[in-house]
């Protein structure tokens, strides 16, 4: 309506509804312990337990228990699930929670500009060379075959942080058809090829009669962003005996 561009990053992996990210089958498995009646939920806890050596005593446990869990703990996740009643292939046939590869196709004709977020949605810094050259090239060569766009923008899960900017130099060099990298750092300067973005779904700077916490979000990232470059400037002046 108002013709603002817009850039949709696709975890390639999630395209066709072929599989589930761990946090959505870990908000199912939440979801169905609410509707479950009391001696239900029990009987979970105490299969959990029985089955993994926890100690889980009531359902504040078992919540604080399934929100920590990492991707490297999808099996134990899937067995949740499956204690609960949960089909999660039957959810992601009826649901089609993720695009599809015909409705990126049509994003694209429409104007907007379709990025990669790796194929799976895991932090680089977790993972080998290998596996983070994988990650990026191959969601970068998934949205190329789908869109057939020359040079396509890179979007990181959670953050860049940790993952190693000369193995991203060399990656760049050796794949010209990746296009800018954005990262999570606010307003934070990095590489010339390394684009900071905001988070707008910051829940802690809702404000109550605001319809958006973007302006909150503005705010905070141009006070980070004013802190870090007085933190600079002490440091240096502590280097060059200023004080």
Known sequence: KYGIPCTFFITSGWVD??????????????????????????MVIT???NALNLKLADDK??????MELQPKDEPVIDMAAKMLGLDVKEYLTRRKPYLTREQIVDLHKDGFTIGAH???HTK??????????????GSVRFVQELTGTECVPFSF????????????GALRKRHTFLGLFYDTMDLRKDLNFMVNRI????SAYR??????????????????EAYNAMRSMARLDKQSGAY
């Open 207 to 224: 404000q109550a009669g605001r319809a958006t916490n973007l302006p909150a979000l503005l705010h905070a990232a141009y006070r980070a």
């Open 47 to 49: 299969s959990l337990n």
């Open 157 to 168: 899960p959670f953050s860049a942080t940790g993952t190693d900017r000369g193995l991203l």
């Open 124 to 137: 680089l810094a977790l993972l080998t060379p290998e596996q983070v050259e994988d990650e990026i090239v």
């Open 118 to 120: 790796t194929q799976t």
């Open 61 to 66: 446990d078992f919540r604080r228990w399934i």
């Open 199 to 202: 988070w707008a779904e910051k």
């Open 17 to 42: 509804n072929q599989r589930m990210f761990y946090r959505n089958k870990v908000s199912l498995c939440l979801e169905r312990f609410t509707e479950i009646a009391r001696d239900g939920a029990r």
